[in-house]
């Protein structure tokens, strides 16, 4: 069995985990944050038999999309910081991590 762990934009969350269930997986959504835009994020655990996996992905896959971020920057002079011009970073789709499951049980 394995664990999905999918990072995807907070706007693509419920189309994502209503496809899921539709398609008879379950999933857990989860708030998160991103470290870099500190930038709400969500991301959503998928427990699957190891021959569902690319199944889980392509849904994943179809219904998050990337996205142009701007984010401010600042410029250090001699007299403090002075506010940059804007740097555009791409987001997305999904950050998908597949990992082991030693053990599951529902009890
Ligand atoms: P954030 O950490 O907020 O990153 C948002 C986007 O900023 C990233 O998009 C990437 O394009 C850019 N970025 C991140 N770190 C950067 C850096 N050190 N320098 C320049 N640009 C940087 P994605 O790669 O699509 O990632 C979207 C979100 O997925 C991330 O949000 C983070 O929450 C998660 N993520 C991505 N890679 C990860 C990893 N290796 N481990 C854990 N979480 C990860």
Known sequence: MKLILAIINRDDANAVTQSLTKAGFSSTKLSTTGGFLMAGNVTILVGVDEEK????IDIIKEHSHS??????????MSYGYYPSMPVEVLVGGATIFVVDIERFERV
């Open 53 to 56: 996996v690319q199944s889980v």
């Open 67 to 76: 996205r142009k971020e701007l984010i401010p920057t600042t410029t250090e």
